[in-house]
């Protein structure tokens, strides 16, 4: 299975912005979503591309996070705006679009942190 590292987390108040970078390791992966995970709550679906730049995202980011890929450097981006505490999450990048279609996948990664507090 393809496995991927994720980095760009950290400690952000409300209203700030990141950017989280994901690094694939192989080339020309069809689909590649960013899902998160909170204290207490299960691994939800953020955000997702396709090799065709058709893109989905959760009703709680739209028009705050932007998915982009650029497949010669084999990277997915997640770029997040207008933060909010409740987007307190260890964030992880993964094959699929949804939680259901990775039932089966056996390589998330360790991710990467998401504080947003004052």
């Known amino acids: 299975q393809v496995h991927f590292e994720e980095s760009g987390g950290g400690l952000v108040q409300p209203g700030g912005s990141l950017r989280l970078s994901c690094t694939a390791s192989i080339l020309n992966v069809h689909i590649i979503g960013w899902f998160r995970r909170a204290p207490g709550k299960g691994r939800e679906a953020v955000s997702c591309i396709n090799s065709g730049g058709s893109t989905t995202y959760a009703d709680s980011v739209k028009g705050r996070f932007t998915i982009s890929r650029d497949n010669v450097k084999n990277m997915v981006y997640l770029q997040m705006s207008s933060l909010k505490p409740e987007d307190t999450a260890i964030y992880y990048c993964?094959?699929?679009?949804?939680?259901?279609?990775?039932?089966?996948?056996?390589?998330w990664g360790q991710g990467t942190a998401v504080n947003v507090s004052s």
């Open positions: 993964a094959p699929g679009c949804t939680v259901a279609s990775l039932v089966g996948y056996d390589s």
